[in-house]
């Protein structure tokens, strides 16, 4: 099966600091990837739509400057949270879609836990 | 837009019971339907889908059939476990779309 891993799962940093988490497509080529957030008991929202060797495509209301998101293949693209605030911290997850699918299935990363002191 | 409805709950039931959490769509065209499960702490992973009407997707005990004519995709269980316990996403999506999720409905599963 197509999988799709997330690193760091958690992580921990002091305010002002920067945060990079990867997600990376493990037996596939993806040309899309997706970053969502998470807050606690709540529905995923997506921040962004990461196209390999292009620009990503920020949702509304999400900071392009504070989600840097990078795509620079097709199998990983990375997230970074910079200048990190307490309000940042949140679950951060990752989907992919394979290059051949053609059922728009999208395969998850295990997330990543961000807290910010 | 494309938009999916599902029940928010939370859903509580004892362990056996039989379970349904509902899920209704709009969409434009023939997207396929997921239903996704999220268990404390981790990420989503894909519990079953259906990619055409009539379709019937089926895993560990879990069905749904993908309906048009009453645009739903209901997700049922005979009898559940107390390993069942987790939130479950009912999603649409395809080719060249952008993925729609439901609001998520939690199941918490007594013994």
């Known amino acids: 099966g197509a999988v799709v891993s997330q690193h760091p799962s958690w992580v921990i940093c002091k305010s002002g600091t920067s945060v990079k988490i990867e997600c990376r497509s493990l037996d596939f080529q993806a040309t899309t990837m997706f970053w969502y957030r998470q807050f606690p008991k709540q529905s995923l929202m997506l921040m962004a739509t990461?196209?390999?060797?292009?620009?990503?495509?920020?949702e509304q209301g999400v900071e392009k400057d504070k989600f840097l998101i990078n795509h620079a293949s097709l199998t990983l693209s990375t997230l970074t949270v910079t200048s990190a605030h307490p309000e940042d911290s949140s679950f951060y997850i990752c989907?992919?879609?394979?290059?051949?699918?053609?059922?728009?299935?999208?395969?998850f990363g295990e997330g990543s836990r961000l807290t910010v002191l | 837009g494309d938009s999916v409805t599902q029940m928010e709950g939370p859903v509580t039931l004892s362990e056996e019971a039989f379970l349904t959490i509902n899920c209704t769509y709009t969409?434009?065209?023939?997207?396929?339907l997921f239903w996704y499960v999220q268990y404390p702490g981790e990420g989503l992973q894909l519990l079953l889908k259906?990619?055409?009407?009539?379709d019937k997707g089926s895993n560990k005990g879990f069905e749904a059939t993908y309906r048009k004519e009453t645009t739903s995709f209901h997700l049922e269980k005979g009898s559940v476990q107390v390993s069942d316990s987790a939130v479950y996403f009912c999603a649409l999506g395809s080719r060249g779309q952008n993925f729609v999720f439901g609001p998520g409905t939690r199941l918490s599963v007594l013994p």
């Open positions: 989907s992919a879609r394979r290059l051949a699918e053609n059922t728009g299935e999208l395969f």
């Open positions: 990461s196209n390999e060797g292009s620009k990503a495509t920020y």
């Open positions: 969409a434009t065209g023939y997207p396929s």
């Open positions: 259906a990619t055409k009407a009539d």
